[in-house]
């Protein structure tokens, strides 16, 4: 069953189409993922897809609904969040501070509630720690839930990142480079974490530049370059595609 329905995704900035007539799906409980050299419009998709961009053409379908003129926080509220290329954690806050920011969109306080504490507030709060640390357990940080986030390895601050992501109950999750600047243990451990995400019911799309996380655990592929969609398929029908072996001649070939 389809959770997402993008169809003739269009951009342009000052005149240069950035990304033109991009369609693809993806289907509910998948590891979809979208590849291309540098430069191929990949994140500016992202983008449009979860409202920081407006596409100037083109429709995009989310669990039924249209999502075109939509505000970055809807997308949230209706249960798209993402991650970033570049680690966005708060350096000043804890581990399980920086988890409980993604909860922000789901805890229904009021301003009152807030001004005098009140029971109600004290018991939203409880559960948003309860629930954060059980997002720590998996990954091995629960019992750095109160260190400041810096103190972790990159490895495990790029999935506290994810972590945050999840505080606010995705039904679609979008990954934006997690494994870069990775070594090849932080990215085994990040794979196997994504694919246990799946087991969990989430649904996640994945921009990646290490082709081989990507060939391992996605289930279908789409591939873009210059802002146009140049093949789709199964990894291993796309390892062999010659428009996408082309694309990547000079900068990297899947093996």
Request: hydrophobic share 40%; glycine share 8%.
């Given at each position: 069953m389809k959770i997402l329905?993008?169809?003739?995704?269009?951009?342009?900035?000052?005149?240069?189409?950035?990304?033109?007539?991009?369609?693809?799906s993806v289907e509910k409980g998948s590891i979809t993922s979208l590849i291309g050299p540098n430069g191929a419009g990949k994140t500016t998709i992202f983008n449009m897809l979860t409202g920081f961009y407006t596409p100037d053409e083109g429709s995009i379908i989310f669990d039924g609904?249209?999502?075109?003129?939509?505000?970055s926080y809807e997308f949230i509220e209706y249960g798209m969040a993402r991650t970033f290329q570049n680690i966005r954690l708060y350096s000043q806050m804890s581990v399980i501070e920086n988890v409980l920011i993604g909860y922000q969109c789901r805890m229904d306080t009021g301003f009152f509630s807030c001004l005098f504490n009140t029971r109600r507030k004290r018991e939203i709060e409880k559960a948003a720690r309860a629930k954060a640390l059980e997002l720590l357990k998996?990954?091995?940080?629960?019992?750095?839930?109160?260190?400041?986030?810096?103190s972790l390895p990159y490895g495990k601050q790029k999935i506290l990142e994810i972590a945050r992501a999840l505080m606010s109950d995705p039904k679609l999750l979008f990954l934006d480079e997690p494994a870069a600047g990775l070594n090849p243990q932080e990215s085994e451990e990040l794979s196997n974490f994504?694919?246990?995400?799946?087991?969990?019911?989430?649904?996640?799309v994945l921009i990646e530049h290490d082709l081989k996380l990507v060939m391992n655990i996605s289930d279908y592929v789409y591939v873009v370059d210059h802002g146009v969609k140049i093949a789709e398929g199964l990894p291993a029908d796309v390892q062999k595609n010659e428009a996408v072996i082309t694309a990547y001649i000079g900068r990297g070939r899947t093996k």
């Amino acid at each position: 069953m389809k959770i997402l329905d993008v169809s003739n995704l269009s951009i342009s900035f000052g005149g240069l189409k950035a990304v033109s007539d991009v369609s693809f799906s993806v289907e509910k409980g998948s590891i979809t993922s979208l590849i291309g050299p540098n430069g191929a419009g990949k994140t500016t998709i992202f983008n449009m897809l979860t409202g920081f961009y407006t596409p100037d053409e083109g429709s995009i379908i989310f669990d039924g609904e249209s999502m075109v003129g939509k505000k970055s926080y809807e997308f949230i509220e209706y249960g798209m969040a993402r991650t970033f290329q570049n680690i966005r954690l708060y350096s000043q806050m804890s581990v399980i501070e920086n988890v409980l920011i993604g909860y922000q969109c789901r805890m229904d306080t009021g301003f009152f509630s807030c001004l005098f504490n009140t029971r109600r507030k004290r018991e939203i709060e409880k559960a948003a720690r309860a629930k954060a640390l059980e997002l720590l357990k998996p990954i091995g940080l629960e019992k750095m839930a109160d260190e400041r986030c810096t103190s972790l390895p990159y490895g495990k601050q790029k999935i506290l990142e994810i972590a945050r992501a999840l505080m606010s109950d995705p039904k679609l999750l979008f990954l934006d480079e997690p494994a870069a600047g990775l070594n090849p243990q932080e990215s085994e451990e990040l794979s196997n974490f994504i694919r246990s995400l799946v087991d969990q019911g989430f649904t996640i799309v994945l921009i990646e530049h290490d082709l081989k996380l990507v060939m391992n655990i996605s289930d279908y592929v789409y591939v873009v370059d210059h802002g146009v969609k140049i093949a789709e398929g199964l990894p291993a029908d796309v390892q062999k595609n010659e428009a996408v072996i082309t694309a990547y001649i000079g900068r990297g070939r899947t093996k």
